[in-house]
Nanobody, 122 residues
Framework: QVQLVESGGGLVRPGDSLLLSCVTS????????MGWFRQPPGKEREFVAA????????DYADSVKGRFTLSRDNAKKTVYLQMNNLDPEETAVYYC???????????????WGQGTQVTVSS
């Protein structure tokens, strides 16, 4: 079973930036897709973005397009989520997860990290 570990969460002010990281235990960088989801307090988990290890192809939720950027370092087995211009509504626990193909549906992801808290508040 692949293990994922997120880091980088914290408390920031509106408009600030934050960089999240997710390290996978998979030696073969499999499954190919690494996704990020977030779950605001009292709400459902929602898709944020996804990237593939092989090609670096990305997919973003409309709400974050242009502000969030995914990248990966295959040698470090790490995916990064750069989040800019954060809004208080984006306060949530952010999770990374793996899937065999691109999907915005949480149930399609087979392994999950423990999550990292992001709080946006003045």
């Amino acid at each position: 079973q692949v293990q994922l570990v997120e880091s980088g969460g914290g408390l920031v002010r509106p408009g600030d930036s934050l960089l999240l990281s997710c390290v996978t235990s998979s030696r073969t960088l499999s499954p190919n897709v690494m996704g990020w989801f977030r779950q605001p307090p009292g709400k459902e988990r929602e898709f944020v973005a996804a990237i593939t290890w092989i090609s670096g192809r990305t997919d973003y939720a409309d709400s974050v397009k242009g502000r969030f950027t995914l990248s990966r370092d295959n040698a470090k087995k790490t995916v990064y989520l750069q989040m800019n211009n954060l809004d208080p509504e984006e306060t949530a626990v952010y999770y990374c997860a793996t899937a065999t193909q691109f999907s915005r549906i949480a149930d399609d992801y087979t392994a999950w990290g423990q999550g990292t808290q992001v709080t946006v508040s003045s």
